[in-house]
């Protein structure tokens, strides 16, 4: 099993910034890249960020390119991505989720999910 564990979330002003972690552990040794997703409302889930363990490979949507970035680091078993985000936007008010999983065709193929953290950002 896999097991991710996500925290940073809360509530800042616009263009204030936010560092979310995510920490994966267990059965992670067939597992090559991590990302982040956000959902805004229920059924709309989107991908914003992936990156390969290994430091490679990163990509960045166009809504938040610019503004976040992403990283990885490895250490005692345990596979941690995180996500820091400046300027934020209100609409970039969501619950963040991030995802585990393996290159498939040289894209990031998620398989495991954290719970979910919620990030708000008033004007």
């Known amino acids: 099993q896999v097991q991710l564990v996500e925290s940073g979330g809360g509530s800042v002003q616009a263009g204030e910034s936010l560092r979310l972690s995510c920490a994966a552990s267990?059965?992670?040794?067939?597992?090559?890249?991590m990302g982040w997703f956000r959902q805004k409302s229920p059924g709309e889930l989107d991908g914003i960020a992936h990156?390969?363990?290994?430091?490679?490979?990163?990509?960045?949507s166009d809504s938040v390119k610019g503004r976040f970035t992403i990283s990885i680091s490895q250490a005692n078993g345990v596979n941690t991505v995180s996500l820091q985000m400046n300027n934020l936007k209100p609409e970039d008010t969501a619950v963040y989720s991030c995802?585990?999983?393996?290159?498939?065709?040289?894209?990031?193929?998620?398989?495991?999910w954290g719970r979910g953290t919620q990030v708000t950002v008033s004007a």
């Open positions: 995802g585990a999983g393996s290159d498939s065709f040289g894209s990031c193929s998620h398989s495991f």
């Open positions: 267990g059965n992670i040794a067939g597992l090559n890249c």
């Open positions: 990156i390969y363990t290994d430091g490679s490979r990163i990509w960045l």
